[in-house]
């Protein structure tokens, strides 16, 4: 089927920069939206950062002028390029696809990944 796949996550100084991958597999055809999610600790989870195949974007108000985010068609891969990293942010991100065309005529509309810690600490 579809699987995405996170990757950058990890430990890193309050206004620092990481960058996250996202890789997403399966016989697929085309990604209408794929997009970054976070959830920190006893809170709900949120939205990040989106982009359309069309490279469209939205940013939450929180990471405008700090993330950025983009996507490889030809891959199928999604990219966070994070940078002046907060303690606030602080939190597992979740890479997100919707409206996944495959072959032989499905449509998942949407999958998840695993996940990927964030911690933004001194």
């Known amino acids: 089927q579809v699987q995405l796949v996170e990757s950058g996550g990890g430990l890193v100084q309050p206004g620092g920069s990481l960058r996250l991958s996202c890789a997403a597999s399966?016989?697929?055809?085309?990604?209408?939206?794929m997009g970054w999610y976070r959830q920190a600790p006893g809170k709900e989870r949120e939205l990040v950062a989106t982009?359309?195949?069309?490279?469209?974007?939205n940013y939450a108000d929180s990471v405008k002028g700090r993330f950025t985010i983009s996507r490889d068609n030809d891959k199928n891969t999604v990219y966070l390029q994070m940078n002046s990293l907060k303690p606030e942010d602080t939190a597992v991100y979740y890479c997100?696809?919707?409206?996944?065309?495959?072959?032989?005529?499905?449509?998942?509309?949407?999958?998840w990944g695993q996940g990927t810690l964030v911690t933004v600490s001194s």
């Open positions: 997100n696809a919707k409206d996944v065309r495959l072959s032989w005529g499905y449509l998942v509309f949407e999958r």
């Open positions: 982009i359309t195949s069309g490279s469209r974007t």
């Open positions: 399966g016989s697929i055809l085309s990604i209408n939206a």
